[in-house]
């Protein structure tokens, strides 16, 4: 990806880099074909400082877009590898930030995880059922793209001083039900 951006755009290299990788396949750990593990694993595991390092830029940034599936296991046999694959951005942004600063770099590592954000993410996942993907979104009020899109003009706005490891970004939402008089 970072050959072919500098090939096309005549660019230097890449000091401020955003991993925004959504894949989402549906493969159980019982039933899952290994093929869709791999892709998963690849797509959001993808290293991205080596430009930074070849160029010796010493004060880029690299923000993962992770998500909350990356701290909490959901309840969902379909999502279980792809939980797995985001609690390895979680381990792995968490270990580069450490190596950055031993090496007393000023690259800073971010992980930004989000709730549900109402993206096409649910609509892939579920392409053979339509109308449970337009459900989920139906169900809670979602976080939007622009909301995340501010969480990350936040993390590069931050003071050189300012470290923003993890950002857990998630609305305030519960399960609608109808609370009666007695229950309030």
């Known amino acids: 990806i970072f050959a072919w951006f500098a090939n096309t755009f005549q660019h230097q290299g890449i000091d401020v880099c955003i991993n925004n990788a959504g894949l989402a396949l549906p493969a159980p750990l019982l039933s899952g074909k290994t093929s869709g593990w791999r892709t ?3 797509v959001h595991t993808s290293q991205n400082k080596y430009s930074m390092k070849e160029r010796k830029v ?3 940034q690299i923000i ?5 599936c990356g701290h909490r296991v959901l309840h969902n046999a379909d999502l279980h590898f792809c939980n797995a694959t985001k609690y390895a951005v979680t381990a792995l942004t968490e270990g580069l930030r450490q ?4 090496a007393k770099t000023h690259i800073r590592a971010t992980s930004v995880s989000p709730g549900l954000v109402e993206t ?5 996942l579920l392409s053979q059922n339509p109308k449970k ?6 169900s809670i009020k979602c976080l939007q793209a622009a909301e995340i899109a501010n969480t990350v003009v936040y993390v590069l706005s931050a003071p050189p001083h300012v470290q923003a490891s993890i950002i857990h970004h998630w609305r305030n939402y519960c399960v609608q039900k109808k609370i009666s008089a007695d229950e309030m």
Do not use: F, H, P, S
Request: glycine fraction near 8%; proline fraction near 0%; charged fraction near 30%.
């Open 64 to 68: 993962n877009i992770n998500g909350m």
């Open 120 to 124: 096409e993410l649910t609509y892939r």
């Open 40 to 42: 998963m694993m690849d």
């Open 58 to 60: 010493d004060d880029g």
């Open 99 to 102: 190596e950055l600063r031993e």
């Open 133 to 138: 993907a337009a459900a989920t979104y139906l």
